[in-house]
């Protein structure tokens, strides 16, 4: 049983912690129901003990020298759920909250497990080149290769993909970083190479689709990935249809320019055929060899 408690200024939150020696220390029971109780309880317990919170994590990959790396697909805060420290979890130039994403990297003192102490750093940001971002939205699975090189998949909600943005400033007031979404497109699938400051696109999503499950072959000949329920918002795609939006982009060196895209309403993916409807897979990428 949870006991909700409440506190009216951090002297009370003091006294209350004093009380307890250790996380065990809140806990009725034997030794096992104790850890029975932070395993099943482990949101509770880790802002018992002081947890950092963070933007919305979504996938760990750990590299071959024992680097923890993570994606936290969002920085948004959430009225429910409260949001992410704000002296770790903001934008490349000090932006909060930070929707566009992080790649953070997690190494312990010593290379040890057991550590109490460690070091994260960011490897990648989420959004716009000119604003210090790597060109991507939300990152969110990852897989490394065995060449070290770190594969992701991004996950821009669907109400968030294509979404037309004719200008920044309508009625003179910036636009939200959510109203940006737009801007980059479908999801899509990012490689960064070893050794490279900058990631490369892999692939692009069928329309309001999400790439997923990422994992390669153990011969390392063979990328899957599954395509998550494409069409979501559009449904299928009648007679070709396609709808022209503006977006207001942002040249390399910050000047802002209009963008007009053809936008398909809906999807037909994976058969492509017209009118047909679109359908979620999994999907196998090789190269093809020259004989």
């Known amino acids: 049983e ?6 009216k200024d951090d ?19 034997n ?22 919170c963070t933007g919305r994590p979504e996938d760990t990959e750990v590299d071959e020298n024992g680097t923890l ?14 949001g992410a420290d704000k002296e770790i979890f ?12 992080w790649i953070i990297s997690l190494r312990e003192d010593n290379n040890d497990a057991a550590s109490l102490s460690f070091r994260w750093d960011v490897v990648a940001y989420g959004g716009e080149p000119t604003e210090k971002g790597q060109g991507f939205s939300n990152p969110d699975n ?39 979404l737009g801007i980059f497109g479908n999801n899509s699938a990012w490689v960064f190479a070893k050794g490279q400051e900058h990631p490369y696109p892999f692939a692009i999503a069928p329309m309001d689709a999400e790439l997923t499950g990422l994992y390669f072959t153990p011969d390392q000949e063979t990328l899957f990935l599954a395509v998550q329920h494409p069409g979501e918002a559009g449904g299928i795609r009648r007679d070709l249809a396609f709808e022209n939006r503006k977006f207001a982009l942002k040249t390399t060196n910050g000047q802002e320019f209009e963008q007009m895209r053809q936008v398909p309403l809906g999807s037909n993916w994976p058969s492509g055929q017209v009118n047909q409807p679109p359908r979620p897979a999994v999907v196998a990428i090789r190269r093809i060899k020259s004989k």
């Open 2 to 7: 949870t006991k909700l408690l409440l506190f």
């Open 11 to 29: 002297e009370e939150i003091l006294a209350y912690k004093s009380k307890y020696k250790t996380l065990a220390d809140l806990y009725e029971g």
């Open 31 to 52: 030794g096992t129901e104790k850890q029975g109780a932070i395993l099943i309880d482990a949101h509770f317990a880790a802002n018992a003990v002081g947890v950092t």
């Open 69 to 82: 790396y993570m994606t936290f697909t969002s920085g948004s805060p959430s009225e429910a759920e409260g």
């Open 90 to 101: 903001k934008g490349p130039n000090g932006e909060i909250p930070y929707e566009f994403g």
């Open 142 to 180: 990852l897989a490394f290769d065995k060449q070290g090189n770190l594969w992701m998949v991004s996950d821009i909600s669907t109400g968030g993909l294509n979404r037309e943005m004719k200008t920044r400033y309508p009625q003179g007031v910036p636009v939200s970083q959510r109203d940006l």
